[in-house]
């Protein structure tokens, strides 16, 4: 048997989990403004320097700064105005001693000048003349060549998950096209189970029950950065499910079986996952609840994770090692995932020995959050709904205290 | 002048801004799977009830509960084991008193039987006969038809942003297409700026720079849930832009303008936005840094927002008024934007009067998130990549201290 543990806490299970896990998606390039989520494959250097030009970062006057020198409300400065700096273009003026030029915010300096004067620093004195009230240092209130960033430099790490922000820095420098991130990967989904029907039945049969983990998964894969595959639902038969999965295998990146919730039912998913390559099923079973049963594999480099039945254990187990194991893979350097802070609206008790993860609602009180557990049995999945994420009840903790601060990993 | 007042508090100046936002989206039906993250118009009710049947929580023996009462180790229960309940199908065989049938987890509960034995409580004794070493109440490890939910529950109400886990439990009751929701919110974006190009533009001219806020804003409107549309870079000319909002304004449900950096075109978008019809511009600068001079304006119901040029105050004063609008375009019952909370790794000078966004990165420390200012003058971009969200220093507060817990709004 190759599993090396038996039952260890979820954040040693991922941890050795992954270690094994050294498949990767490839590089494929893809349009910046479309890149929101994606994770950078190889560090962008910058082509250029931003900005290209001396800027103005005041509306006000484009000086020489030794004109000013002293100057002050009793005993201004006098300049003339020699004209202004019209925007997007270069000035057609050049700033000699004793003279101004008008420039706005993001006004390229003229020639001859070194710095700009706040407007509110001057008042007008005649026609095309103004009073100076404030020394201004040289390079006082112009943003330089290259301060934003130099031409060459690391603008996105490789690894790096784009926000925003960096969509927009991006294009500031002209990087339109050709952004190379990881191919989004491919994770095949699968149910198991007799009792499992598709979700678009319309008569149940007695006994029968929609597959709600597939769609789950999907979505929460999808959320996650991967691109969601339903496999299907695949009869308790050892033979039906080697055929889906090996048929499955070469063309996705992770599979994720849902197992019938029968104990030979679990015990049939690790037997075939074995069966597909090496090493195997790694860890059957985590120190935590909901989800103990949990089977997490590797084959050939690649991820394969078997889940219990349970549409709650599964979601949670799919949240502590399906997102992670997608962040992996796409070598991301942050986890998608938000952890969040809250204090407890009731005691929570739990037992030493096992980490709980409590499903909770979220609300704000007197400016704090609060979390407040969903309660219901764990088995049923409308508990879920309008649930924001899973408080954490650590390892040695036997329970949290009401008003206390826990630690809320969010959906 | 249509302004009721001049420079609020951010949080004052969203809430009397979004009172005047009476404008939604029309609700549109789509399919389920395709429903993450979107926000739910009308309240679902569910067609039937879940479980439809009677299941068993575990794996052990379908029995008729005083068949065992008063088994004990000692002194325990000898059933007949009449069959095996097939998992998906109703049982062929009945329970009867003194008798048993195996089931596991997730199947359907026999006729005559009323509870369920762990099989964890019972030892084989001869061939079809088992002992029952404990005794079950009625009811016991059996879920009742309706417990998850009942036919006719409210089980989604309107408002509700579809997370992973709803998505599974509305397929769990078949329910697979024409869910409603409300349209995404079309939110146009404008450049404004005789200085701004298109980010395609190669060779730069001297004074010139490429558009960083309409891409910035597109990614944080797609994040926020909406349709971005780029409307353009306007030239510093009123017709321009009025033309250009006008033609806009019918088919969009948000208008966003980013000015031009100068006081006078800033003053420009607030004539231009009034213009376009009542009530018009109602704040004109808030208490914040960065971003004070945000024009938020309603017009005809929907909303309008003039940001600064400065991309990180565009980026600050955009998830603080655009994402919220987006939320209460949408009716949606949560924000999307998450907060969190981190230690500052070093002391954060701020004044009183206005409230503080610093971008700020986080990082885990002894099991803690800290938080640690993302130092640049205000108007460099790449100081915000890499930043995971922006610390809240409020607004009278002069500054926080190293250690102590300050709230971080992510990106």
């Given at each position: 048997?190759?599993?090396?543990?038996?039952?260890?806490?979820?954040?040693?299970?991922?941890?050795?989990?992954?270690?094994?896990?050294?498949?990767?998606?490839?590089?494929?390039?893809?349009?910046?403004?479309?890149?929101l989520?994606?994770?950078?494959?190889?560090?962008?250097?910058?082509?250029?320097?931003?900005?290209?030009?001396?800027?103005?970062?005041?509306?006000?006057?484009?000086?020489?700064?030794?004109?000013?020198?002293?100057?002050?409300?009793?005993?201004?400065?006098?300049?003339?105005?020699?004209?202004?700096?019209?925007?997007?273009?270069?000035?057609?003026?050049?700033?000699?001693?004793?003279?101004?030029?008008?420039?706005?915010?993001?006004?390229?300096?003229?020639?001859?000048?070194?710095?700009?004067?706040?407007?509110?620093?001057?008042?007008?004195?005649?026609?095309?003349?103004?009073?100076?009230?404030?020394?201004?240092?040289?390079?006082?209130?112009?943003?330089q060549?290259?301060?934003?960033?130099?031409?060459?430099?690391?603008?996105?790490?490789?690894?790096?998950?784009?926000?925003p922000?960096?969509?927009?820095?991006?294009?500031?420098?002209?990087?339109?096209?050709?952004?190379?991130?990881?191919?989004?990967?491919?994770?095949?989904?699968?149910s198991?189970?007799?009792?499992?029907?598709?979700p678009?039945?319309?008569?149940?049969?007695?006994?029968?029950?929609?597959?709600i983990n597939?769609?789950?998964?999907?979505?929460?894969?999808?959320?996650?950065?991967?691109?969601?595959?339903?496999?299907?639902?695949?009869?308790?038969?050892?033979?039906?499910?080697?055929?889906?999965?090996?048929?499955?295998?070469?063309?996705?990146?992770?599979?994720?079986?849902t197992?019938?919730?029968?104990?030979?039912?679990r015990?049939?998913?690790?037997?075939?996952?074995?069966?597909?390559?090496?090493?195997?099923?790694l860890?059957?079973?985590?120190?935590?609840?909901?989800?103990?049963?949990?089977?997490?594999?590797?084959?050939?480099?690649?991820?394969?994770?078997?889940?219990?039945?349970n549409?709650?254990?599964?979601?949670?187990?799919y949240?502590?090692?399906?997102?992670?194991?997608?962040?992996?893979?796409l070598?991301?350097?942050?986890p998608?995932?938000?952890?969040?802070?809250?204090?407890?609206?009731?005691?929570?008790?739990?037992?030493?020995?096992?980490e709980?993860y409590?499903?909770?609602?979220?609300?704000?009180?007197?400016?704090?959050?609060?979390?407040?557990?969903v309660?219901?049995?764990?088995?049923l999945?409308?508990?879920?709904?309008?649930?924001?994420?899973?408080?954490?009840?650590?390892?040695?903790?036997?329970?949290?205290?009401?008003?206390?601060w826990?630690?809320?990993?969010?959906?």
């Amino acid at each position: 048997m190759p599993e090396f543990f038996q039952v260890l806490p979820p954040d040693d299970a991922r941890a050795q989990w992954l270690e094994h896990v050294t498949h990767r998606p490839e590089i494929e390039a893809i349009s910046t403004l479309q890149a929101l989520g994606r994770v950078i494959a190889q560090a962008v250097t910058s082509p250029e320097a931003l900005p290209a030009f001396q800027r103005s970062t005041v509306d006000g006057y484009a000086v020489q700064a030794a004109s000013t020198y002293g100057a002050s409300d009793t005993l201004p400065a006098y300049l003339r105005v020699v004209g202004e700096v019209p925007m997007g273009q270069a000035s057609q003026v050049e700033v000699q001693t004793a003279q101004a030029a008008l420039i706005h915010t993001g006004g390229m300096l003229p020639p001859g000048a070194d710095a700009v004067v706040m407007v509110e620093h001057t008042q007008p004195f005649a026609d095309e003349e103004i009073e100076v009230l404030r020394p201004v240092a040289p390079g006082e209130n112009v943003l330089q060549v290259g301060e934003d960033v130099t031409l060459g430099a690391e603008i996105v790490p490789a690894g790096h998950r784009l926000q925003p922000q960096d969509i927009g820095a991006l294009l500031a420098l002209g990087i339109t096209d050709d952004l190379p991130v990881r191919r989004k990967p491919r994770v095949s989904l699968f149910s198991t189970g007799d009792e499992v029907v598709s979700p678009d039945t319309q008569s149940l049969q007695p006994g029968q029950i929609r597959d709600i983990n597939s769609s789950a998964m999907y979505a929460l894969s999808t959320q996650a950065g991967a691109e969601a595959l339903l496999g299907g639902i695949i009869p308790d038969q050892p033979e039906a499910l080697y055929a889906a999965l090996v048929e499955a295998f070469e063309t996705s990146d992770m599979l994720v079986v849902t197992a019938g919730s029968s104990v030979s039912a679990r015990d049939m998913t690790a037997d075939v996952i074995n069966r597909l390559g090496a090493p195997g099923v790694l860890v059957h079973g985590v120190a935590a609840r909901p989800g103990k049963p949990t089977i997490l594999a590797v084959v050939d480099g690649k991820p394969v994770i078997g889940l219990p039945g349970n549409p709650v254990s599964a979601l949670v187990m799919y949240s502590l090692f399906g997102v992670p194991a997608i962040t992996h893979l796409l070598g991301a350097d942050v986890p998608l995932q938000v952890r969040t802070h809250a204090r407890l609206a009731v005691n929570v008790p739990s037992a030493a020995g096992r980490e709980d993860y409590v499903p909770v609602r979220l609300f704000e009180r007197d400016g704090e959050t609060w979390a407040e557990p969903v309660f219901g049995k764990s088995n049923l999945i409308f508990t879920l709904v309008g649930a924001a994420g899973l408080l954490k009840v650590s390892l040695d903790a036997t329970g949290l205290y009401e008003g206390s601060w826990g630690e809320v990993v969010l959906f």
